[in-house]
């Protein structure tokens, strides 16, 4: 009987059809990479081909803890191979397909998808195809120095303090190598660790602040915000940009509650 309950358990669920194959966490035999297997986003200049399908991330902003997608809702999730554990995050891409091209946002991880297969929005996804197609072949390549949304901002996450220390960038345009904190103006850099949900985290904390963070990206820019303050959960924005006009130092960022790019307290996992 147990086991007869389970099977009818299964099939109401397959009949509920509650979300798309990539939008469950992984399972054994997916497609997350071998042990030892190389991790890094797709390479810059280099042309890619693989195949597209599409999703709904229904206004989440996805493994890289944005808290929504892009206004234009134009994003990408990959697989464990390209995403590389959060280096992909805020970088953009360039796909074509049957129908057209379209510029993407990596904002989120397929868990299922081997290297080469690009999950869409579903928005993106009918720019290059109709969508009636469900699965189409594409070429794409990650962009270099695309335009910046704005100049970089800065977000401390919840439960961080001086003993434990966690940032999320955003609007870098290019993804980024390094991220680096010190306490005032004569401290020492530290290194932060990035992790798979894009924090950078100083585990043994980084003082009271306020902080000098020092971002560098994978195409060499490196600039410096200052003034950055422990206040866990604002969004700090700088005067400094990443490249381009005013990409130097940077005063004290301006400070809000409740302005995008927040991500959330605490990653999410979907394909």
């Keep these: 009987m147990a086991t007869l309950a389970a099977v009818v358990g ?3 669920a397959l009949r509920a059809g509650a979300a798309p194959a990539c939008a469950a966490a992984a399972r054994p035999g ?3 990479p071998a042990a030892g297997a190389l991790l890094a986003p797709p390479a810059a200049g280099t ?3 693989g195949k597209a399908t599409f999703y709904d991330s229904k206004g989440a902003g996805g493994n890289c803890s944005y808290p929504a997608a892009p206004a234009d809702r134009l994003y990408v999730a990959l697989g464990p191979s390209e995403y590389a554990d959060g280096a992909a995050c805020g970088g953009y891409l360039d796909v074509t397909g049957p129908k057209g091209n ?3 946002m990596v904002m989120d991880q397929c868990p299922e998808c081997p ?3 690009l999950d869409l929005s579903k928005e993106a996804f009918a720019r290059i195809a109709d969508p009636v197609q469900g699965v189409v072949g594409v070429s794409y390549r990650l962009v270099g120095d695309p335009p910046l949304a704005g100049p970089l901002a800065f977000r401390i996450k919840e439960g961080a303090s001086q003993w434990w220390f966690a940032v999320l960038v955003a609007n870098h345009g290019n993804p980024l190598r390094s991220v680096e904190v010190r306490q005032g103006s004569s401290g020492a850099w530290r290194a932060a660790n990035r992790e798979s949900y894009n924090y950078w985290l100083i585990a043994s904390g980084a003082g009271p602040g306020p ?3 020092r971002v560098t990206d994978t195409r060499g820019h490196r600039v410096t915000a200052t003034g950055v303050r422990m206040t866990p959960g604002q969004v700090q924005r700088s005067t400094v940009r990443m490249y381009g006009a005013a990409s ?3 005063t004290t960022p301006s400070r809000s509650p409740s302005a995008s790019p927040k991500p959330s307290a605490s990653p999410t996992s979907r394909p």
């Design 102 to 104: 379209v510029r993407v």
């Design 47 to 49: 042309l890619h081909k």
């Design 10 to 12: 299964l099939t109401l």
């Design 248 to 250: 130097a130092k940077s």
């Design 211 to 213: 902080y000098q963070i």
């Design 30 to 32: 997916s497609a997350l």
């Design 115 to 117: 290297p080469g297969h």
